[in-house]
T-cell receptor
Framework: GAGVSQSPRYKVTKRGQDVALRCDPI?????LYWYRQALGQGPEFLTY????????KSGLPNDRFSAERPEGSISTLTIQRTEQRDSAMYRC?????????????FGPGTRLTVL | EDQVTQSPEALRLQEGESSSLNCSYT??????LFWYRQDPGKGPEFLFT???AGEEKEKERLKATLTKKESFLHITAPKPEDSATYLC??????????FGTGTRLTVIP
């Protein structure tokens, strides 16, 4: 069946612009996670949702970053007033379970480049 | 401060040459230790979860073990298709994953 999809796959933007990254989880998956991965590093947790409720946003670097999942399915990660240090791969994962990170299925990621 | 350290950073093996990857952790309230495989350009793919010291899990040529301070991923008679970056991650009481930087494994035919 269809896996986790993310769009766009690549995004190049100018410093100061806002960007919105979309994640389409596997149908029926309860939990949705956002990670950021710098080149050569492991994925760094940002935030996660169970259904539409944001459970933990402790990994969001600052208040320019926000995420929503209004209907408990598709999620959007928004970065306002982008800065060059925001350049990274942003990965989304979904899980059929609520409350535990086991068996997360990752999407292909969105490569964000801020000029 | 919670830390997850993986070694070596990179490992080259001949096909059939068994070896182990190390993941050392210092976290408070470890709830689980996870191993992932990541191929270039792809998201991490879940391999194993270990919850308590002494636990072992196997999948094909891979076996993961856990002690109170570290986890090992043993690769027996690896094949070129095992080439990937292997990530370990700890789950803390905050219910999220804290990843190490990974070991890049190359298996040469």
């Amino acid at each position: 069946g269809a896996g986790v999809s993310q769009s766009p796959r690549y995004k190049v933007t100018k410093r100061g612009q806002d960007v919105a990254l979309r994640c389409d989880p596997i149908s029926g998956h309860v939990s949705l996670y956002w990670y950021r991965q710098a080149l050569g590093q492991g994925p760094e947790f940002l935030t996660y949702f169970n259904y539409e409720a944001q459970q933990d946003k402790s990994g969001l670097p600052n208040d320019r970053f926000s995420a929503e999942r209004p209907e408990g399915s598709i999620s959007t990660l928004t970065i306002q007033r982008t800065e060059q240090r925001d350049s990274a791969m942003y990965r989304c994962a979904s899980s059929p379970l609520a409350g535990g990170p086991d068996t997360q299925y990752f999407g292909p990621g969105t490569r964000l480049t801020v000029l | 401060e919670d830390q997850v350290t993986q070694s070596p950073e990179a490992l080259r093996l001949q096909e059939g040459e068994s070896s182990s990857l190390n993941c050392s952790y210092t976290v408070s309230g470890l709830r689980g230790l996870f191993w992932y495989r990541q191929d270039p350009g792809k998201g991490p793919e879940f391999l194993f979860t270990l919850y308590s010291a002494g636990e072992e899990k196997e999948k094909e040529r891979l076996k993961a073990t856990l002690t109170k301070k570290e986890s090992f991923l043993h690769i027996t008679a690896p094949k070129p298709e095992d080439s990937a970056t292997y990530l370990c991650a700890s789950e803390t009481g905050a219910n999220n994953l804290f990843f190490g930087t990974g070991t890049r494994l190359t298996v040469i035919p």
